[in-house]
């Protein structure tokens, strides 16, 4: 069984610019996470998605991120305009339901200069 | 007071020790647990889940304590493959996961 797929896999750019991140779900998880890692501390949500639609956002700066997972499968995170402290990695997960094990991507290093 | 916490180390033990770890979490309503392992830049994989009853998988044992909202998890005779750190997650009834920051192993020769 395929696992979760992210791209890309490392990102640099300078502040003020945007990015995008994509993540494919194993097939047929009907709950997407996506998460924050900064070196040094567990993942922090940013949002969760079941099917298409937005279950927690709560955490999710949405001045500068927005996510969106059109079809209920995959989902791309977007930061505009990004700042020195988005510089981390950005873990995308899945599980069939909410409260099943989460399966995770290889995960996007962002760095940010 | 956090709502997942654990000890964030290093433990540093001999290979063939036995080691164990802690984690507290603060809502008694939480519904499931589970401890993750993550290795230096790679991504968080799932180590087992922690049942009501207790779960071993052979050298690696999870218990839960409800009445004192704990999990452990106990990891018997050391391999230095086993260093990396160790992630204690918990669902909570609105379906939150939270990771607490990761507990790390270091398994020496």
């Known amino acids: 069984e395929a696992g979760v797929a992210q791209s890309p896999r490392y990102k640099i750019i300078e502040k003020r610019q945007s990015v995008a991140f994509w993540c494919n779900p194993i097939?047929?998880?009907?709950?997407l996470y996506w998460y924050q890692q900064i070196l040094g501390q567990g993942p922090k949500l940013l949002i969760q998605f079941q099917n298409n639609g937005v279950v927690d956002d709560s955490q999710l700066p949405k001045d500068r991120f927005s996510a969106e997972r059109l079809k209920g499968v995959d989902s791309t995170l977007k930061i505009q305009p990004a700042k020195l402290e988005d510089s981390a990695v950005y873990l995308c997960?899945?599980?069939?339901?909410?409260?099943?094990?989460?399966?995770f991507g290889p995960g996007t290093r962002l760095t940010v200069t | 007071r956090k709502e997942v916490e654990q000890d964030p180390g290093p433990f540093n033990v001999p290979e063939g020790a036995t080691v164990a770890f802690n984690c507290t979490y603060s809502n008694s309503a939480s519904q499931s647990f589970f401890w993750y392992r993550q290795d230096c830049r790679k991504e968080p994989k799932l180590l087992m889940s922690v049942y009501s009853s207790g779960n071993e998988d052979g050298r690696f044992t999870a218990q839960l304590n409800r009445a004192s909202q704990y999990i452990s998890l106990l990891i018997r005779d050391s391999k230095l493959s086993d260093s990396a750190t160790y992630l204690c997650v918990v669902n909570t009834p609105d379906y939150k996961y939270i990771f607490g920051t990761g507990t790390r192993l270091k398994v020496l020769a």
């Open positions: 097939s047929g998880h009907a709950t």
């Open positions: 997960a899945s599980s069939w339901r909410g409260r099943n094990e989460q399966y």
